[in-house]
Nanobody, 127 residues
């Protein structure tokens, strides 16, 4: 079983930066694809970024592409989301997720394919 704990959220001004961390315990993340999902108030959950088991393949939503970077350090059992040039519309709860198996896919943007979820961390961007 995998437990995921996010940290790094908070309040930041527009244009600022935050780095979210997701630390895993119970099992190594080396063989898990990882994703960062976010859900703003009144909006549907979306996959902001995803990364393959080895980190060789990544995905970014169009809304964050060029501003966010997902990375992982398997030796530390941690995945990160570096968020730069933050906008008020980035305000949301951010959730880390791990997928143990995606078949032939390197990553997934579909929430139901993930097996483990963190508790979430709130990111609020002021104008």
């Amino acid at each position: 079983q995998v437990q995921l704990v996010e940290s790094g959220g908070g309040l930041v001004q527009a244009g600022g930066s935050l780095r979210l961390s997701c630390a895993a315990s119970g099992r190594t993340l080396s063989n898990y694809a990882m994703g960062w999902f976010r859900q703003a108030a009144g909006k549907e959950r979306e996959c902001g970024a995803a990364i393959s088991w080895t980190g060789g393949s990544t995905y970014y939503a169009d809304s964050v592409k060029g501003r966010f970077t997902i990375s992982r350090v398997n030796a530390k059992n941690t995945v990160y989301l570096q968020m730069n040039s933050l906008k008020p519309e980035d305000t949301a709860g951010y959730y880390c997720a791990a997928a143990r198996s995606l078949g032939s896919s390197w990553y997934s943007v579909v929430g139901r394919t993930y097996d483990y979820w963190g508790q979430g961390t709130q990111v609020t961007v002021s104008s």
